[in-house]
Protein backbone atom coordinates (compact mmCIF):
# COMPACT_ATOMS: atom_id res chain seq x y z
CA UNK A 1 0.00 0.00 0.00
CA UNK A 2 1.29 3.21 -0.89
CA UNK A 3 1.53 6.15 1.79
CA UNK A 4 1.75 9.93 1.31
CA UNK A 5 3.77 12.22 4.15
CA UNK A 6 1.69 15.53 4.17
CA UNK A 7 3.66 18.06 6.39
CA UNK A 8 1.19 21.03 7.07
CA UNK A 9 -2.22 18.71 6.04
CA UNK A 10 -4.63 20.14 8.43
CA UNK A 11 -5.90 23.06 6.25
CA UNK A 12 -5.93 24.44 3.06
CA UNK A 13 -3.41 24.05 0.53
CA UNK A 14 -2.21 20.98 2.71
CA UNK A 15 -5.53 19.70 3.62
CA UNK A 16 -6.28 19.32 -0.11
CA UNK A 17 -3.26 17.79 -1.20
CA UNK A 18 -3.90 15.40 1.37
CA UNK A 19 -7.50 14.56 0.14
CA UNK A 20 -6.36 14.38 -3.45
CA UNK A 21 -3.97 12.25 -2.90
CA UNK A 22 -5.64 10.08 -0.78
CA UNK A 23 -8.35 9.55 -3.60
CA UNK A 24 -5.54 8.21 -6.12
CA UNK A 25 -5.14 5.12 -3.48
CA UNK A 26 -2.33 6.91 -0.88
CA UNK A 27 -2.62 6.31 2.51
CA UNK A 28 -2.03 9.16 4.90
CA UNK A 29 0.04 10.31 7.44
CA UNK A 30 -0.50 13.89 8.11
CA UNK A 31 1.07 16.38 10.21
CA UNK A 32 -0.45 19.69 11.54
CA UNK A 33 1.37 22.27 13.94
CA UNK A 34 -1.62 23.44 16.79
CA UNK A 35 -4.79 22.68 14.82
CA UNK A 36 -5.74 19.23 16.14
CA UNK A 37 -9.45 19.75 15.66
CA UNK A 38 -8.55 20.77 11.68
CA UNK A 39 -6.32 17.38 11.57
CA UNK A 40 -9.06 14.99 12.71
CA UNK A 41 -11.68 16.65 10.44
CA UNK A 42 -9.14 15.93 7.66
CA UNK A 43 -8.89 12.49 9.03
CA UNK A 44 -12.16 11.35 8.91
CA UNK A 45 -12.65 12.84 5.46
CA UNK A 46 -9.61 10.72 4.62
CA UNK A 47 -10.93 8.14 6.11
CA UNK A 48 -14.49 7.88 4.50
CA UNK A 49 -12.45 8.01 0.75
CA UNK A 50 -11.60 4.36 2.23
CA UNK A 51 -8.25 5.32 3.24
CA UNK A 52 -6.36 5.29 6.52
CA UNK A 53 -5.00 8.82 7.89
CA UNK A 54 -2.36 8.75 11.24
CA UNK A 55 -2.24 12.07 12.60
CA UNK A 56 0.78 13.69 13.99
CA UNK A 57 0.55 17.36 15.97
CA UNK A 58 4.40 18.58 16.27
CA UNK A 59 6.43 21.93 15.23
CA UNK A 60 8.92 21.64 12.26
CA UNK A 61 10.77 23.83 13.21
CA UNK A 62 12.01 22.09 16.35
CA UNK A 63 14.64 19.56 15.11
CA UNK A 64 14.28 17.32 18.29
CA UNK A 65 10.19 17.14 17.81
CA UNK A 66 10.48 16.32 14.31
CA UNK A 67 13.13 13.64 14.95
CA UNK A 68 10.86 12.07 17.68
CA UNK A 69 7.88 11.54 15.77
CA UNK A 70 9.26 11.04 12.52
CA UNK A 71 12.59 8.95 12.43
CA UNK A 72 11.71 5.96 13.71
CA UNK A 73 8.20 5.81 12.28
CA UNK A 74 9.91 6.10 8.21
CA UNK A 75 12.79 4.10 9.12
CA UNK A 76 10.37 1.10 9.65
CA UNK A 77 8.28 2.18 6.36
CA UNK A 78 9.43 4.37 3.66
CA UNK A 79 6.69 6.69 2.76
CA UNK A 80 6.88 6.38 -0.68
CA UNK A 81 5.50 10.31 -0.93
CA UNK A 82 6.43 13.22 1.09
CA UNK A 83 5.03 16.68 0.53
CA UNK A 84 6.52 19.49 2.16
CA UNK A 85 3.80 21.91 2.92
CA UNK A 86 4.20 24.00 6.35
CA UNK A 87 4.70 27.29 5.93
CA UNK A 88 4.02 30.70 7.88
CA UNK A 89 4.09 34.05 7.31
CA UNK A 90 5.35 37.24 9.61
CA UNK A 91 4.58 39.87 6.88
CA UNK A 92 6.99 43.73 7.46
CA UNK A 93 8.81 45.89 5.60
CA UNK A 94 12.70 45.13 6.21
CA UNK A 95 13.67 48.30 7.75
CA UNK A 96 10.82 47.42 10.61
CA UNK A 97 11.62 43.20 10.76
CA UNK A 98 12.17 42.13 13.69
CA UNK A 99 14.93 39.32 14.29
CA UNK A 100 11.67 36.73 15.27
CA UNK A 101 9.85 37.80 12.52
CA UNK A 102 12.39 36.59 10.32
CA UNK A 103 13.68 33.79 12.50
CA UNK A 104 10.17 32.09 12.78
CA UNK A 105 10.08 32.32 8.80
CA UNK A 106 13.05 30.62 7.93
CA UNK A 107 12.69 28.05 10.82
CA UNK A 108 10.03 26.94 9.97
CA UNK A 109 9.30 27.47 6.01
CA UNK A 110 12.74 26.31 5.05
CA UNK A 111 14.47 24.89 8.47
CA UNK A 112 11.63 22.66 8.91
CA UNK A 113 12.13 21.12 5.17
CA UNK A 114 15.55 20.16 6.58
CA UNK A 115 14.02 18.34 9.84
CA UNK A 116 11.68 16.52 7.88
CA UNK A 117 13.50 15.34 4.90
CA UNK A 118 16.59 14.48 7.25
CA UNK A 119 14.60 11.76 8.71
CA UNK A 120 12.68 10.79 5.49
CA UNK A 121 15.12 10.57 2.99
CA UNK A 122 17.88 8.08 4.18
CA UNK A 123 14.74 5.04 4.36
CA UNK A 124 13.84 6.13 1.07
CA UNK A 125 17.19 5.58 -0.63
CA UNK A 126 17.27 2.39 1.28
CA UNK A 127 13.98 1.93 -0.86
CA UNK A 128 15.40 3.11 -4.02
CA UNK A 129 12.08 5.02 -4.68
CA UNK A 130 10.13 8.28 -3.30
CA UNK A 131 8.83 11.30 -4.49
CA UNK A 132 9.19 14.55 -2.46
CA UNK A 133 7.48 17.46 -3.11
CA UNK A 134 8.21 20.72 -1.91
CA UNK A 135 5.53 23.51 -1.72
CA UNK A 136 6.80 27.02 -2.49
CA UNK A 137 5.77 30.32 -3.75
CA UNK A 138 5.52 32.82 -6.53
CA UNK A 139 6.91 35.03 -4.18
CA UNK A 140 10.46 33.01 -3.43
CA UNK A 141 10.57 33.52 -7.63
CA UNK A 142 10.26 36.85 -8.37
CA UNK A 143 10.15 38.57 -4.83
CA UNK A 144 6.92 40.09 -2.67
CA UNK A 145 7.57 43.46 -0.77
CA UNK A 146 6.78 43.42 2.84
CA UNK A 147 7.46 39.71 2.64
CA UNK A 148 11.30 39.19 2.56
CA UNK A 149 11.66 36.87 5.22
CA UNK A 150 8.74 34.82 3.57
CA UNK A 151 10.06 35.47 0.16
CA UNK A 152 13.49 34.08 0.93
CA UNK A 153 12.37 31.30 2.60
CA UNK A 154 10.18 30.09 0.02
CA UNK A 155 13.22 30.72 -3.17
CA UNK A 156 15.25 28.58 0.03
CA UNK A 157 13.19 25.85 -1.25
CA UNK A 158 13.77 25.90 -4.26
CA UNK A 159 17.49 25.77 -4.09
CA UNK A 160 17.09 23.20 -1.28
CA UNK A 161 14.85 20.77 -4.10
CA UNK A 162 17.13 21.71 -6.86
CA UNK A 163 20.35 20.22 -5.34
CA UNK A 164 18.48 17.46 -3.44
CA UNK A 165 17.69 16.46 -6.79
CA UNK A 166 21.12 16.10 -8.29
CA UNK A 167 22.17 13.89 -5.08
CA UNK A 168 19.44 11.30 -5.45
CA UNK A 169 18.11 10.86 -8.40
CA UNK A 170 20.39 8.13 -9.59
CA UNK A 171 18.24 6.41 -6.71
CA UNK A 172 14.56 6.93 -8.07
CA UNK A 173 13.87 9.51 -6.05
CA UNK A 174 11.89 12.46 -7.86
CA UNK A 175 12.14 16.00 -5.80
CA UNK A 176 10.41 18.69 -7.81
CA UNK A 177 8.83 22.05 -5.95
CA UNK A 178 5.46 23.49 -6.86
CA UNK A 179 5.09 27.11 -6.54
CA UNK A 180 1.79 28.46 -5.77
CA UNK A 181 0.43 32.10 -6.59
CA UNK A 182 -2.65 34.03 -5.18
CA UNK A 183 -4.88 30.95 -3.85
CA UNK A 184 -8.01 31.36 -2.29
CA UNK A 185 -7.21 30.07 1.00
CA UNK A 186 -7.61 31.45 5.14
CA UNK A 187 -4.33 33.26 4.54
CA UNK A 188 -5.00 35.48 0.82
CA UNK A 189 -9.02 35.78 2.67
CA UNK A 190 -8.22 39.84 3.44
CA UNK A 191 -6.50 40.38 0.24
CA UNK A 192 -7.44 43.12 -2.10
CA UNK A 193 -9.37 41.24 -4.89
CA UNK A 194 -9.89 44.16 -7.00
CA UNK A 195 -6.13 45.46 -7.11
CA UNK A 196 -4.71 42.11 -7.04
CA UNK A 197 -6.58 40.29 -10.26
CA UNK A 198 -5.90 42.38 -12.88
CA UNK A 199 -2.05 41.80 -12.69
CA UNK A 200 -2.94 38.23 -13.39
CA UNK A 201 -2.87 37.19 -17.12
CA UNK A 202 -6.14 34.99 -16.04
CA UNK A 203 -7.54 37.60 -14.45
CA UNK A 204 -8.81 35.16 -11.25
CA UNK A 205 -7.33 33.51 -7.92
CA UNK A 206 -6.79 29.92 -7.95
CA UNK A 207 -8.02 27.28 -5.63
CA UNK A 208 -6.88 24.55 -3.42
CA UNK A 209 -7.85 22.10 -5.94
CA UNK A 210 -5.29 23.82 -8.18
CA UNK A 211 -2.41 22.84 -6.48
CA UNK A 212 -3.63 19.30 -5.03
CA UNK A 213 -4.08 18.03 -8.53
CA UNK A 214 -0.39 19.44 -9.82
CA UNK A 215 1.18 17.14 -6.31
CA UNK A 216 -1.01 14.61 -7.58
CA UNK A 217 0.24 14.51 -10.73
CA UNK A 218 3.98 14.55 -9.32
CA UNK A 219 3.26 12.00 -7.62
CA UNK A 220 1.53 10.06 -9.88
CA UNK A 221 3.13 6.67 -11.71
CA UNK A 222 2.25 8.66 -15.03
CA UNK A 223 4.83 11.16 -13.85
CA UNK A 224 8.77 9.41 -14.72
CA UNK A 225 10.73 12.27 -16.13
CA UNK A 226 10.15 15.64 -14.82
CA UNK A 227 13.01 16.11 -11.52
CA UNK A 228 14.41 18.89 -9.99
CA UNK A 229 11.53 21.79 -11.40
CA UNK A 230 9.91 24.23 -10.61
CA UNK A 231 6.53 24.09 -11.43
CA UNK A 232 4.14 27.71 -10.71
CA UNK A 233 0.47 27.29 -10.30
CA UNK A 234 -0.19 30.96 -10.09
CA UNK A 235 -2.46 32.18 -13.49
CA UNK A 236 0.62 33.30 -15.32
CA UNK A 237 1.72 35.47 -12.56
CA UNK A 238 5.65 34.90 -12.89
CA UNK A 239 5.88 33.99 -16.35
Known sequence: ????????????????????????????????????????????????????????????????????????????????????????????????????????????????FYNVTKSVLFPMLREKRGRIVAISSTAGQIGQAGQVNYSASKAGLIGAVKALAREVGKKNIFVNVVAPGVIETDMTADLPAKEIKPLIPLNKFGVVEDVAATVDFLCSDAQSYIHGQVIGVNGGLAI
Open 1 to 112: MKTALVIGGSRGIGRAIALKLAGSGFDIWLTYHSNEVAAKEVQSEIEALGRSCEIMGFDVSDYEATRAALEEKCDKQAPDVLVFNSGIVRDNLMVWMTKDEWDAVLDTNLGG
